[in-house]
């Protein structure tokens, strides 16, 4: 095979040449160079970022250890941590899984194997891909408005509940677009096949059209997620501390999840605008711990990230051959 | 079965293509569960319309009482967005999330449309393999992430001793932090856009003896016009509501005078949002400087939608074309 390649190759470059008068076709060239430099750009963006990131966060790893993940929110840089912030996005997290998760698949289901097009489905379809491009502070004004007044009852104010459940809502539009994209791609044949046994139309779609389409969700949820663990807009609304926060001890789960709350990302805009004075006996910033608190984020988020890449990827290849 | 029936002629009844009732009901539950699914989607679309244009109501009435609708609109000597003063400037806040939007868009549009070009026309499928989750994994680094770095690389290592601006921070810098955040959201619908043109265009193209950047110059891009126009406006209204990025780098805390410098600190909307909920720990309701944050948030959501429901419209265009 690498031998027909390098014949139809160079087979390809003496018609070229030919055609060319044997002449580069330097202008060409100078233009995919260019196009390659804007995709560098953008690369080199990142690697500068993420290199300029993980060196000033290193000293704080050394210095500080695990100590810093495992301290709290404190006004000296020797003793700041970010424990709370871990703590209040993964209950984040998990509202999101357990919210929008059910909510978005069902809804991506109904649209592509449900409905039929008439004028309201045609508006709930116009309405997520909108609600997809609210801005994530307008969220924060209905979480704020919503869960923080009118549920107060229930969520406790200012508290994570508010804050996960405002973010399920952020995230959903992208769960329900990226599952009705993956239900879409599941060929007709396997739903024929389960009508034509005798299957109604939601066990065609348990036994059949989500197994295959499972991937696919599994792998916008992930994306998903990962948004919500990087939002900060909407919980500044929403209230999130980010200064000090005393967690007092032996509170129970329920008091915990309706107490104040913060987490990573309003950590970081937090410690963003702290002054920058070296603590006594660290001799770190608030701008190292920030670097260190980024890692912390960019590890949960890239993770996740990562994850759903490679697995949209291998489930290509497998689908391909 | 009928009774008229003899037992010994087997015939289908009605009542043998029923099917089993227990899962008829079955199928009927989870039809109603998965629309209600969907339908909650409007709910959350209702809920949001519902807060936002309530609150922006009490604000403009209660402005209306007090000091009168004027303030939206500082006539005075030296205008700008002053909340605590009762001076509301609309036109400050919107002016510095124009000017972050335009920078951004001047930076993410040929960043991005290069490198959607240069996926879908020119790298092949080893090179795209690694590329392409590269440029997932810039889009998937958190916006406050590139506010920090906006504030503490971009800002005084760059901008500043380019433009020679006055201090770190600034719409500029604001502008072209946002620009690189969305430069992969506009690389990936421009790519769709241009992967979606028929590759039969290109080899008459290439037939006809066309260079290979002629080809992609003269007929993939203009083909695929429609999708990168909508790449451009949803670029644009991602960068007007970008918070975290404006509210760390734009330079100016709660309040600002009207700038038309783009050099300048200023106040862009989401970043005047963000320091309104966050300055003031009072309760929420007090004083109409809390609640211009509502009005804020509407007019945003106005902006945005427009050019989302916009960006909707070219798309259904593509969609129909090919």
Redesign the interface.
């Known amino acids: 095979m690498a031998v027909t390649s390098s014949i139809r190759e160079s087979s390809a470059s003496v018609v070229r040449a030919s055609l060319t008068g044997g002449k580069r076709d330097v202008k060409g060239m100078v233009f995919a160079t260019m196009l390659l430099l804007c995709l560098l750009t953008a690369m080199f963006t990142l690697t500068v970022l993420l290199w300029d990131v993980i060196a000033q966060a290193i000293p704080v790893f050394q210095k500080r250890g695990t100590g810093f993940l495992t301290s709290e929110l404190a006004s000296s840089p020797d003793k700041a941590g970010v424990s709370q912030g871990i703590w209040g996005s993964l209950v984040i997290a998990a509202f999101v899984v357990i919210i929008a998760f059910p909510v978005g698949i069902a809804a991506g289901v109904y649209l592509e194997e449900y409905a039929k097009p008439t004028k309201l489905t045609a508006f709930i379809q116009l309405n997520i891909r909108n609600l997809a491009g609210v801005p994530s502070v307008v969220f924060g004004i209905l979480g704020l408005v919503v869960f923080v007044q009118a549920f107060e009852p229930i969520t406790g104010g200012r508290s994570v509940i508010a804050a996960g459940v405002t973010l399920a809502l952020l995230v959903l539009p992208i769960i329900i677009i990226t599952t009705a994209e993956s239900i879409r791609a599941v060929p007709n044949g396997l739903r024929e096949a389960g009508f034509g046994v005798g299957g109604t139309r939601w066990e065609t779609t348990r036994d059949h059209v989500l197994p295959y389409a499972a991937p696919g969700i599994l792998t916008g949820t992930m994306l998903a997620v990962a948004r919500a663990l990087g939002e900060a807009a909407p919980l500044l609304l929403i209230g999130a501390i980010t200064g000090r926060l005393a967690s007092p001890p032996g509170q129970t789960l329920l008091e915990q999840l309706q107490g104040k709350f913060t987490a990573m990302p309003i950590i970081i805009f937090g410690w963003a605008n702290e002054v920058n004075k070296p603590g006594k006996v660290t001799g770190l910033t608030f701008e190292d711990l920030n670097s260190a608190a980024i890692v912390v984020l960019l590890v949960m988020v890239l993770v996740l990230n990562a994850a759903a890449i490679l697995l949209r990827n291998r489930f290509e290849k497998r689908r391909q051959s | 079965m009928q009774p008229s029936l003899s037992p010994r002629s087997p015939m289908l009844t009605v009542g043998d293509f029923r099917?089993n009732p227990r899962?008829?009901r079955?199928?009927r539950t989870?039809?109603v569960?998965?629309?209600?699914?969907?339908?909650?989607?409007?709910v959350?679309?209702a809920?949001?319309i519902g807060?936002?244009f309530t609150?922006a109501w009490q604000f403009l009435r209660e402005l209306s009482d007090t000091i009168g609708l004027g303030a939206l609109i500082d006539s005075g000597e030296a205008p700008g967005w002053y909340p605590r003063q009762g001076r509301f400037d609309i036109p400050t806040i919107v002016i510095g999330t124009l000017i972050v939007s335009m920078v951004s868009v001047a930076v993410s549009a040929?960043?991005?449309?290069?490198?959607a070009?240069?996926?879908s026309e020119?790298a092949g499928p080893r090179a795209r393999?690694w590329?392409k989750?590269?440029?997932?994994?810039?889009a998937?680094?958190?916006?406050?992430?590139?506010?920090?770095?906006a504030?503490?690389?971009l800002g005084p290592d760059l901008i500043q001793p380019l433009f020679g601006t006055t201090q770190p921070t600034s719409l500029l810098v604001t502008g072209v932090a946002i620009g690189?955040l969305v430069?992969?959201l506009m690389?990936s619908i421009s790519e769709d856009a241009l992967s979606s043109v028929p590759s039969l265009l290109r080899e008459a193209s290439v037939g006809l003896?066309a260079?290979?950047?002629t080809t992609?110059?003269k007929v993939v891009l203009p083909a695929a016009v429609s999708g990168i126009v909508a790449a451009l406006i949803?670029s644009v209204?991602?960068a007007?509501?970008?918070?975290?990025v404006a509210?760390?780098a734009s330079g100016r805390l709660g309040s600002a005078p009207r700038e038309l410098d783009p050099r300048e600190p200023g106040l862009p909307m989401?970043s005047a949002?963000?320091q309104l909920?966050?300055g003031s720990?009072q309760l929420?309701?007090i004083g109409p400087a809390f609640q211009s944050?509502?009005f804020v948030?509407a007019v945003?959501?106005v902006m945005?939608?427009a050019?989302?429901?916009l960006?909707?419209r070219v798309v259904a265009r593509v969609r129909n074309k090919y």
């Open positions: 099917g899962r008829m079955r199928e989870m039809r569960l998965l629309f209600g699914a969907a339908a909650t989607s409007i959350v679309s809920l949001i807060t936002l609150e040929p960043l991005g449309l290069g490198a070009v240069y996926l020119y393999k590329l989750p590269m440029l997932e994994v810039l998937g680094i958190p916006s406050v992430v590139f506010g920090f770095f504030l503490r690389v690189i430069t992969p690389a003896g260079r290979k950047s992609t110059l949803i209204s991602r007007i509501g970008e918070t975290m509210a760390l989401t949002m963000a909920a966050q720990d929420v309701g944050l509502f948030g945003l959501f945005t939608l050019l989302n429901i960006a909707d």
